[in-house]
């Protein structure tokens, strides 16, 4: 059966990932993780975590992702047999040193390989196999007629999986130097500060002044700020051809992206007929560059890039999470502002949204009454409010 995989950067996304719908969720420790700024887990947090999820049926994959130094295969190696004991189910790996000492250390938890090992083709993924890995993720440069090549090759062999949505690196499938050239801090070690998504011009150095236009060939457009990856409607055919695993992207991400996506596809992977206006529509209330198919549907083409603006969309605001229930009702922690008399749309755990009218006054949690709240407060709404439920404010259409 397919599994669908969400991110998590700290606890807390952890359990909105898999109560919104993951069937297994990856993240990082506080060392050796390609996204040093999304939080992480210390070993007691991953304990709980990984905890979290057995207790639910879902899976824990950690990624020690980065290529390491040779001095830090010895602190690497010791993390990977803790976290082997807390029975991790999976480890996210790119380096070949890195599987060769876990093989000679005698670390049997599966080891999976990570987008930044850039797989392009079922001999490389024969090849991973014969090294020991139980799964591949396939690069982001893959066509579907690709990926049904691969699939005929590897089905049954080896296990595959695809990354159907979230932000992606100009570069390939994340092997990207310029952070490193331009702040000294070094994408390949977690460390990236997304100089791709600044604002630049090319220049020849004769000719100050004279802007030029960047051409696309058939490997690729070579362009910053690109748009956000959604695949939503790819899901099934890929389910077809045996893709065992289908990834989100985003560990630096709110709980109300990690909500609003990984509930979304959930009800895309098990066969809801959404349209994908419905599915654009939904994937618009959280933060995003504007959509893509990337390179699915066999190349890139320019509209694949926001070429005339470099900012964040959205059209809803995340304002309140649910925090605990009493015999008044169900009590919000404010994440944002909330005006009194307000309209907001409630997302539950099952991916439905209804709209909520707020009351005039709003009712705060030890009885005081007010017109508008702010971050950290906590109100009282009438009625049973699912638990881990989030709030927000529609602000536009667009």
């Not at 059966?1 to 700290?10: I, K, Q, T």
């Not at 051809?241 to 695993?245: H, I, P």
């Not at 109100?379 to 927000?392: A, C, E, Q």
């Given at each position: 059966?397919?599994?669908?995989?969400?991110?998590?950067?700290?606890l807390?996304?952890?359990?909105?990932?898999?109560?919104?719908?993951?069937?297994?969720v990856?993240?990082?420790?506080?060392?050796?993780?390609?996204?040093?700024?999304?939080?992480?887990?210390?070993?007691?947090?991953?304990?709980?975590?990984?905890?979290?999820?057995?207790?639910?049926?879902?899976?824990?994959?950690?990624?020690?992702?980065?290529?390491?130094?040779?001095?830090?295969y010895?602190?690497?190696?010791?993390?990977?047999?803790?976290?082997?004991?807390?029975?991790?189910?999976?480890?996210?790996?790119?380096?070949?040193?890195?599987?060769?000492?876990?093989?000679?250390?005698?670390?049997?938890?599966?080891?999976?390989?990570?987008?930044?090992?850039?797989?392009?083709?079922?001999?490389?993924?024969?090849?991973?196999?014969?090294?020991?890995?139980?799964?591949?993720?396939?690069a982001?440069?893959?066509?579907?007629?690709?990926?049904?090549?691969?699939?005929?090759?590897?089905?049954?062999?080896v296990?595959?999986?695809?990354?159907?949505?979230?932000?992606v690196?100009?570069?390939?499938?994340?092997?990207?130097?310029?952070?490193?050239?331009?702040?000294?801090?070094?994408?390949?070690?977690?460390?990236?500060?997304?100089?791709?998504?600044?604002?630049?011009?090319?220049?020849?150095e004769?000719?100050?002044?004279?802007?030029?236009?960047?051409?696309?060939?058939?490997?690729?457009?070579?362009?910053f700020?690109?748009?956000?990856l959604?695949?939503?409607?790819?899901?099934?055919?890929?389910?077809k051809?045996?893709?065992?695993?289908f990834?989100?992207?985003?560990?630096?991400?709110?709980?109300?992206?990690?909500?609003?996506?990984?509930?979304?596809?959930?009800?895309?992977?098990?066969?809801?007929?959404?349209?994908?206006?419905?599915?654009?529509?939904?994937?618009?209330?959280?933060?995003?560059?504007?959509?893509?198919?990337?390179?699915?549907?066999?190349?890139?083409k320019?509209?694949?890039?926001?070429?005339?603006?470099?900012?964040?969309?959205?059209?809803?605001?995340?304002?309140?999470?649910?925090?605990?229930?009493?015999?008044?009702?169900?009590?919000?922690?404010?994440?944002?502002?909330?005006?009194?008399?307000?309209?907001?749309?409630?997302?539950?755990?099952?991916?439905?949204?209804?709209?909520?009218?707020?009351?005039?006054?709003?009712?705060?949690?030890?009885?005081?009454?007010?017109?508008?709240?702010?971050?950290?407060?906590e109100?009282?709404?009438?009625?049973?409010?699912?638990?881990?439920?989030?709030?927000?404010k529609?602000?536009?259409?667009?």
């Open positions: 059966m397919a599994e669908l995989l969400a991110p998590a950067g700290d807390e996304k952890l359990e909105y990932a898999s109560i919104y719908g993951a069937d297994a990856y993240f990082g420790m506080q060392e050796f993780s390609l996204r040093s700024y999304a939080g992480n887990f210390s070993v007691d947090d991953a304990d709980k975590g990984i905890r979290f999820l057995h207790k639910n049926g879902k899976k824990a994959y950690i990624t020690l992702n980065v290529y390491p130094y040779s001095n830090e010895d602190t690497l190696v010791k993390l990977a047999k803790n976290l082997q004991e807390l029975d991790a189910d999976a480890f996210i790996v790119s380096d070949l040193g890195v599987m060769n000492e876990f093989k000679k250390a005698g670390i049997r938890t599966p080891i999976h390989i990570s987008t930044q090992a850039n797989t392009m083709s079922w001999q490389t993924i024969l090849a991973y196999k014969e090294l020991g890995a139980k799964r591949v993720n396939l982001r440069e893959l066509s579907f007629d690709q990926i049904k090549e691969i699939q005929g090759k590897v089905r049954d062999k296990e595959t999986e695809v990354f159907i949505h979230g932000a690196c100009f570069s390939y499938s994340g092997r990207c130097a310029i952070s490193d050239y331009m702040t000294g801090r070094k994408a390949n070690r977690g460390e990236c500060t997304h100089p791709c998504r600044w604002k630049y011009s090319v220049v020849e004769t000719r100050p002044g004279e802007h030029y236009p960047v051409f696309e060939d058939e490997r690729g457009l070579y362009l700020n690109n748009k956000d959604a695949l939503f409607p790819y899901v099934q055919d890929l389910k051809l045996g893709v065992n695993s990834k989100i992207e985003g560990r630096m991400k709110t709980i109300h992206y990690i909500a609003s996506v990984v509930s979304l596809y959930r009800r895309v992977m098990d066969g809801e007929n959404l349209s994908n206006e419905q599915c654009f529509d939904l994937l618009s209330r959280v933060s995003n560059r504007g959509y893509s198919y990337g390179f699915m549907k066999g190349s890139i320019p509209d694949d890039y926001s070429q005339e603006e470099n900012k964040q969309r959205f059209n809803s605001i995340f304002v309140a999470n649910y925090s605990s229930s009493t015999k008044d009702g169900t009590i919000f922690r404010v994440r944002n502002k909330i005006n009194a008399g307000d309209v907001l749309e409630c997302l539950t755990p099952d991916g439905r949204i209804s709209s909520l009218n707020m009351p005039k006054p709003l009712k705060m949690k030890d009885g005081t009454t007010c017109d508008v709240v702010q971050n950290e407060d109100i009282l709404l009438d009625g049973n409010i699912p638990k881990y439920s989030i709030l927000r529609v602000v536009s259409r667009t």
